[in-house]
T-cell receptor, first 114, second 111 residues
Framework: DAGVTQSPTHLIKTRGQQVTLRCSPK?????VSWYQQALGQGPQFIFQ???????QRGNFPDRFSGHQFPNYSSELNVNALLLGDSALYLC?????????????FGPGTRLTVL | GESVGLHLPTLSVQEGDNSIINCAYS??????FIWYKQESGKGPQFIID?????DKRQGQRVTVLLNKTVKHLSLQIAATQPGDSAVYFC??????????FGSGTKLNVKP
């Protein structure tokens, strides 16, 4: 049973560029959440997708957008990259129908903005 | 949103001893809590969870205690092993499926 997978593992971009990160949820899960984790800090919630729609959003600007596909996989897009966007981007999946649904995380994508 | 905080940023224990990692949460509406372990360069790994209608839950070598009166959560690790060295986060669910994390506690296990 494959867990949550993310690609790429590492990415280096320059300021002003755009980036797309990808996530495949754990088998049987239909909900994907994205988090940003700065060095030495806990993950911060960006947004969550279910049924191909954004359901919840954290305190992140519109430069951060996403998408969910019919197979439940998801993309995170960040436009006009800033130095401060350098972080580990984590994807977590869960099963929407469960009231107390465990979230399982992928290994993350390390984004460096130069 | 309100934040989850931890009392101790770093905890050092001797191998074989029991470890206790504490977490204070401020949102009384939080209904679900998860403890995660994160090793360097990896994503958070689910350890154990607890619902707000419970005060204790046990897993393999781990126990989570929830005290809603003082909004306090703890993770107890029995017979701590070198492989337990990592950063531990507690996460609280305030909105449905939306989790808030604290800054973490680093656990160092000395051989």
């Amino acid at each position: 049973d494959a867990g949550v997978t993310q690609s790429p593992t590492h990415l280096i971009k320059t300021r002003g560029q755009q980036v797309t990160l990808r996530c495949s949820p754990k088998s049987g899960h239909d909900t994907v959440s994205w988090y940003q984790q700065a060095l030495g800090q806990g993950p911060q919630f960006i947004f969550q997708y279910y049924e191909e729609e954004e359901r919840q959003r954290g305190n992140f600007p519109d430069r951060f957008s996403g998408h969910q596909f019919p197979n439940y996989s998801s993309e995170l897009n960040v436009n006009a990259l800033l130095l401060g966007d350098s972080a580990l981007y984590l994807c977590a999946s869960s099963w929407h129908s469960s009231s107390y649904n465990e979230q399982f995380f992928g290994p993350g994508t390390r984004l460096t903005v130069l | 949103g309100e934040s989850v905080g931890l009392h101790l940023p770093t905890l050092s224990v001797q191998e074989g001893d029991n470890s206790i990692i504490n977490c204070a949460y401020s949102n009384s509406a939080s209904d679900y809590f998860i403890w995660y372990k994160q090793e360097s360069g990896k994503g958070p790994q689910f350890i154990i969870d607890i619902r707000s209608n419970m005060d204790k839950r046990q897993g393999q070598r781990v126990t989570v205690l929830l005290n809603k009166t003082v909004k306090h959560l703890s993770l107890q690790i029995a017979a701590t092993q070198p492989g337990d060295s990592a950063v531990y986060f507690c996460a609280e669910r305030y909105d449905f499926n939306k989790f808030y994390f604290g800054s973490g506690t680093k656990l160092n296990v000395k051989p």
